[in-house]
């Protein structure tokens, strides 16, 4: 009789440990809490992660660089952040920068600095950098400007980078010529070396690139040694932190679903995976240790750039979504487009994530309408289609099926509890939940960490 895997363990499990061997921890270890995006970022991710990080041991960022952009508003304070994962606010946790990150070291001291000056102290002694994070230089930042010209030169459209160099930089991780910041740590010859030939690279292809190599290297040993003290071995401090002591521990997704390299409206994409999965290969997490995972979607939808947008509004009421909503984006100061909320995008992510639970964010925005409009389906020649495109061709052709919901008209900014929403708002909560099939944990209503319901 063969024996499956698990009766093996079984079995063994029965055995002595020889002699002088100890038996293997089969514990699982702490579960790790995940907050990702639902839909094309922007979603108000950082409120939810603040919400958490009020508890939370250790708050480590996976994926992306300094394009992401997370606001968050502490005792009438309000803080940017690009590359900080947004738990450096709690002076009790450890903030982490994990190797699926591609860190600009010039941004992340000048955002640190920035935010010093609005009250974040002590953030450097709270701050961990994964040794084996991949580093964006400015020449990546000046090759995805130059990407962008040529893009539209050439196909008369562009993709809407951020222009922070991310997608460069993980080119040259992808192509194995990137650097890492164990590299810059090491022997600075060797480091100085790999990086003169990875300038000539890019201007054997960008021949208007320039780069003062002598000048950025300087610089870069300059960081070095303000970095030195932050950096550890990312792998093997995440598995101390997950099978010691008790320790609650929280990733902060950048980006969002529909954003993600693999599963995104690709090519107007980010160049990381800002799916679940990008929390284990960004962190080298075992899959076994991703306990919760939030997804954060607005009661409307909104985008940054270009691409396909189903429930697109050009018109006054995607107008009064972007006046109301401040939509303009945190990185790049663009006016976000606007939309009714798709459920066909949430549930899509919900399908690659597994959510345990969904905020809700920016209800308040919707008080003054009408009425409200949901997508809830896709049709393509007049029929309803399963699945959510990855033609993008395909995608600009569907036909959204709404369902229309009379508006509340009611101002929801001070309610802290749902019973007092009113009751057209509870509807349209209620059926954003059933639809996607998992449960609405927080509804938010407004900027600061108070203004988010708590439903259980």
């Keep these: 009789m063969s024996l499956s895997w698990s009766a093996k363990e079984h079995k063994n499990a029965n055995q002595p440990a020889a002699a002088g061997q100890k038996r293997p921890r089969n514990d699982a270890g702490n579960k790790v809490t995940v907050v990702l995006g639902a839909q094309w970022g922007d979603e108000g991710k950082g409120k939810v992660v603040d919400l958490l990080a009020t508890e939370a041991d250790i708050v480590c960022r996976c994926q992306g660089g300094n394009n992401a ?73 000046v090759v995805d400007g130059l990407q962008e010209t040529e893009r539209q030169a050439q196909e008369g459209k562009n993709i ?26 090491g022997d ?5 070396t790999r990086f003169k030939n990875l300038v000539h690279q890019y201007q054997s292809m960008y021949p208007s690139l320039t780069v003062d190599v002598e000048d950025q290297l300087k610089k870069l040993k300059e960081y070095a040694e303000r970095l030195r003290p932050m950096v550890r071995d990312g792998v093997y401090y995440m598995y101390e932190s997950l099978h010691g002591s008790a320790k609650k521990i929280l990733v902060e997704g950048a980006n969002a679903a529909l954003l993600d390299i693999d599963f995104g409206t690709y090519p107007f994409v980010t160049s990381s995976n800002c799916t679940v999965g ?3 290969t960004g962190l080298g997490i075992p899959p076994l240790n991703i306990g919760d995972v939030f997804g954060v979607a607005k009661a409307y939808t909104t985008r940054v750039g270009i691409g396909a947008f189903p429930t ?41 994530n597994g959510f345990t639970a969904i905020a809700l964010t920016k209800l308040d925005i919707l008080d003054v309408l009408d009425e409200i409009k949901v997508g809830v389906a896709y049709k393509l ?21 709404y369902e229309t919901f009379p508006g509340w008209k009611t101002d929801t900014s001070a309610v802290r509890k749902w019973n007092d929403l009113p009751a057209k708002a509870q509807n349209y909560i209620r059926f954003i939940e059933n639809h996607i099939g998992v449960p609405i944990k927080w509804v938010g209503v407004g900027k600061s960490r108070e203004c988010m319901i708590q439903m259980f």
Aim: overall charge positive; glycine content about 12%; some cysteine.
């Design 381 to 401: 020649n007049g029929k309803r289609i399963p699945h959510f495109p990855a033609n993008m061709d395909i995608l600009h052709k569907v036909e959204v099926e």
């Design 188 to 192: 600075f010859k060797d480091f100085s």
């Design 160 to 185: 809407g980078t951020t222009k922070k160099g991310i997608g460069p930089a993980y080119s040259s991780k992808a192509s194995r010529t990137g650097l890492r910041v164990c590299d810059l740590l």
């Design 312 to 352: 697109e509004q050009l018109n006054a009421v995607g107008e009064l979504l972007q006046t109301r909503g401040h939509e303009v984006g945190v990185t790049t100061g663009r006016k976000r487009r606007c939309g009714w909320l798709d459920l066909v995008i949430v549930r899509y992510a919900h399908m690659i």
């Design 69 to 141: 952009g997370h606001t968050v508003v502490v005792d009438g304070k309000e803080y940017d952040f690009h590359l900080l994962p947004s738990g450096i606010i709690n002076p009790k946790s450890i903030s982490l920068i994990g190797n699926g990150v591609v860190i600009h070291l010039p941004g992340l001291f000048e955002e640190g600095d920035k935010n010093e000056k609005k009250g974040l102290k002590g953030w450097e002694k709270r701050l961990i950098v994964s040794d084996r994070a991949h580093l964006v230089f400015d020449f990546h930042q």
């Design 278 to 280: 990008g929390v284990c």
